[in-house]
């Protein structure tokens, strides 16, 4: 094989018998000859022939596709935000709209709902992170401030106190308002309360003499813990044996001085109501005084008077006296009362994750015990989207039976996702002072 240069021939190892120019013969049919090319034979270097193609036609090619546009390595691609809307009315059960990455409701800034979907979905940091980019750098508009606030009650949440008070002197000078104050928070609820502690226990089934063995336990705990939890939501009924148990224990740990925190009592009271009608003799006297003894616990006042004259007319005796219940006097001790006793609004605590139903229990207990469900959620830290959905689920459920809801206390992350999933629609929201 021989190589050629432009500067003369490369000799190869290999001697080869001299090439002679062989004449071309014509083809016998007429047919366009190829492009001249710097060789007119096989190893001929006569370039005298040779002519250029014009420059402004490229060479045939067959058109290839063009190639998809490749993003830098280096980058990273951010995922789309959730749409909390979509993914809360699901877990509803309800139809809501397809998800997308659409304009927040309400032309609030992006970023807002944003960072309220990232916290709830529990990536703290990068709600953290975004919001101290968009307070310092992004064109916020009328969401500033509330952009603001969300990254206090961030600093708050991670306990990040330095940081809060720098912010603070930060917010005083372009709001030009008070800004809010650091909740010191020594103070944690009890973990032998929460559902499943030590110090908790749940009434299941039938209020009856089966139900001995764990009015025993709570007795038994009583030594070893000031403050007890007693769940009444999951009951099933009652009889006039449970309910003199029952009443002689909460009696007894009242005399020990003792706190009893009562949870889904109103399920409880359901049932006694429902026994205790004016005119029904055959109601055992236990299931009257169980209810009577838990009017004056709640601070009914009303609905006490009021059963204990259906008891007077019942029986035809003298009605006991609001006073005469047990409690009425102990001051030096704790008495028997719910959680959400303080200005009958449901109080709820902590972080609310993975929608569970004893919350929604606890709604519609409340709810049925109530005129008004009024949700305390000033100490509540952080709701998951799970939970938003399942209380979204409830709250629409009660508000179409004719019950009025306001949630109050919500820090600025809670009230942006209760906006976001549509919860604000069926409940106020009230903000936290």
Known sequence: MAFFSLFGRKKTDSKKAPITRQPV???PEKSTPPAAGPQTGEDSLDFSAYVPPPLSVPPPASPAPAPAPQSDSREVLAAPPLDASALASALAGQPGPAPSTSAPPEDVAPVIVDAATLFADGRVEEALSALSR??????????????????FDLHQHLGMKREFEALALEFVVKFERSPPTWIESDERRDPALDTGGIAYFALGGKLTDASAPELEKLRTAASAHQTLRVDCGRLEGVDATGCRLFRETLLALREAGKEVLLTGEARLIQFLEEACQPGKKETDNAVWALLLDLYRILGSKDKFEETAVNYAVTFEVSPPSWESQPGAEAKGSA??????VADQALMLTGELSGASEALAQQLQDWAGANKMLVIDMSRATRVDLATAGAML????????????I????ANELIRVLFGVTGLSKVARVIPRK
């Open 393 to 404: 689920k409830v709250l629409s459920a009660l508000q179409e039976s004719g019950v009025t």
């Open 25 to 27: 013969k014509p083809s």
């Open 134 to 151: 968009s307070v310092r750098g992004a064109e916020l508009g009328d969401s500033a401030q509330q952009a603001w606030l969300m990254l």
């Open 335 to 340: 008495v028997p009362q719910p959680v959400e």
């Open 406 to 409: 306001q949630v109050r206390g």
